[in-house]
């Protein structure tokens, strides 16, 4: 797919997801801890209940009209209106943008703030750069290749190889899995594991890449629910791939850890 990404574009892309975090974060923020419209999306993952506000639409609408206007030949893959194909042929990569405008929707509605707006840039292999952006906490982690960061200063997963000494972590175990025997797998593991925290959405991931938990494992996830916390997970050190050790671009079945060592304790009990 062409040469990667140098440095001065890593920078340029870099400050243009500050820019769509800003612009993201003034409309979600005014909404949060407010009353709000809620519609029901429905069936995900057989689901009757999957909600939307419009601060989830207008948030995304924001992003990419941004998008659109200053790359205006990449393309759009974004989760409340879908792909939008820009691509120009005979440039050397086909860029595409992967949205999550708040990643933790039930919890934002619920006045929780455990919420993110995710956002990724994916060169047509793999995700290269990826934001979480929390502005009620007021955090914002990117990674890249070279690295992960917490408001500009570089964070790292912590060092832990085994299992019984690991904090571990999903967001729903009793709806959020898509087969019975995915929930089995995550109970496997946690059964093994130091201390067991869940509830957390995308905030779960950047707890791993800062250092402060060790495994998240999830199921049934979309490509915008993950792209961005690629880049984040790995640029600290960790490593993030689906229950096979292959990609978790693509959503399915992911999970990341925080050493190599740890990962494959957590693949060969999930797939035990």
Request: with cysteine.
């Amino acid at each position: 797919m062409g040469r990667s990404p140098g440095t001065e574009e890593i920078k340029e892309y870099s400050d243009f997801l500050n820019r769509l975090a800003d612009a993201a974060s003034q409309t979600t923020l005014p909404m949060f801890k407010k009353p709000l419209e809620i519609t029901n999306k429905g069936h995900k993952l057989d689901l009757d209940y999957d909600p939307v506000t419009q601060a989830d639409r207008q948030a995304e609408e924001v992003i990419r009209q941004l998008i659109k206007r200053y790359y205006p030949d990449h393309n759009i893959l974004g989760e409340e209106h879908g792909a939008e194909q820009n691509y120009s042929p005979g440039t050397d990569r086909q860029y595409t943008w992967v949205i999550d405008p708040i990643d933790g929707t039930r919890a934002y509605i619920c006045g929780i703030p455990t919420w993110g707006t995710l956002i990724a840039l994916n060169d047509g292999e793999k995700p290269f750069i990826g934001m979480l952006d929390q502005p009620y906490l007021k955090e914002r982690y990117l990674g890249t290749a070279k690295g992960a960061y917490l408001n500009n200063t570089a964070i790292y997963c912590r060092p832990c190889t085994e299992i019984s000494k690991a904090t571990v972590s999903t967001t729903d175990p009793t709806q959020f899995f898509a087969a019975p025997e995915d929930v089995k797998a995550y109970e496997r593991v946690a059964r093994k594991a130091q201390l067991v925290r869940n509830g957390y959405d995308c905030y779960a991931y950047a707890m791993v890449a800062a250092g402060f938990m060790d495994v998240v494992i999830e199921s049934g996830l979309e490509p915008y629910d993950i792209q961005a916390l690629i880049p984040i997970v790995e640029g600290a050190g960790g490593m993030i791939t689906d229950w096979k050790g292959g990609t978790a671009s693509n959503g399915g079945q992911v999970v990341a850890s925080a050493t190599a060592k740890l990962h494959e304790q957590v693949l060969d009990l999930l797939n035990s």
